[in-house]
């Protein structure tokens, strides 16, 4: 049985990445494909109690960095009990965002050096680096109209905290490419769905995928 694909969707809160991995999950299943969608953090027990807490607008005292180890242990638990087995039998898994989140928000957003980032990250994921990750970029005013009305602890940081978070990304894109790649997610919901069929024909034209 051949390894399964693992597609991350990235981008700052308000991005409107979940409708587009929803749908492309639809056409890939209409294909006869398993898809397994999951979100980080959460999907299993264990990493949806830990997201309770990363969220809880409550929370304000949470240090960056009990806040950088809590998104890599929720992380771990995805992986170990939901991802590498669905990519063992073959699977395409897509999560709503992976390890590149930490990069952005708690690298970039908070401030953590690149260098406990990288070895965080390489724990919390065990190793598990995704094999196409899409950034849906936008801009943050942009954003923050399209975000919901009651915003959780992370959203409630404000605009200069996106912006920064964004240009992580963007950094992230420019040296992780072809990983990385950019939606432009300015457009209607069918042009940026159109650029999100696009990179996956794109990756699955690549040698040994699909
Ligand atoms: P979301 O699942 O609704 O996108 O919410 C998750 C929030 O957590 C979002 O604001 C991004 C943030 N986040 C981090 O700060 N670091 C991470 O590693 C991850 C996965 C998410």
């Known amino acids: 049985m051949a390894r399964g694909s693992f ?3 990235e ?3 308000g991005c409107g990445k979940s409708t587009h991995i929803r749908r ?7 294909e006869g494909l398993e898809v397994v969608l999951v979100r980080d953090p959460g999907t299993t027990r264990l990493s949806e109690a830990i997201r309770a807490l990363l969220l809880d607008p409550a929370n304000t005292d949470m240090a960056k960095e009990c806040e950088l180890l809590l998104y890599e242990a929720a992380r771990a638990q995805l992986v170990a009990e939901i991802i590498e087995p669905a990519l063992a ?11 590149d989140s930490t990069t952005a928000y708690q690298g970039g957003g908070r401030a953590i050096s690149d260098r406990f980032i990288t070895e965080a990250n390489a724990l919390g994921s065990l190793g598990l680096t995704p094999d196409l990750t899409l950034v849906f970029d936008l801009d943050v005013e942009e954003a923050a109209r399209r975000r919901c009305a009651d915003p959780d602890r992370i959203e409630r940081e404000g605009d200069d905290f996106a912006r920064s978070v964004r240009e992580a990304y963007l950094a992230l894109a420019a040296s992780e490419a072809p990983r990385v790649r950019v939606i432009d997610a300015s457009g209607t919901k069918g042009q940026t769905f159109a650029l999100v069929r696009d990179a996956i024909e794109a990756y699955r034209a690549e040698p040994s995928h699909g």
């Open 89 to 99: 039998r073959g699977a395409w898994v897509l999560s709503d965002r992976f390890l």
């Open 24 to 30: 492309l999950a639809e056409a890939l299943e209409a």
């Open 7 to 9: 597609v991350s969707f």
């Open 11 to 13: 981008g700052i809160d």
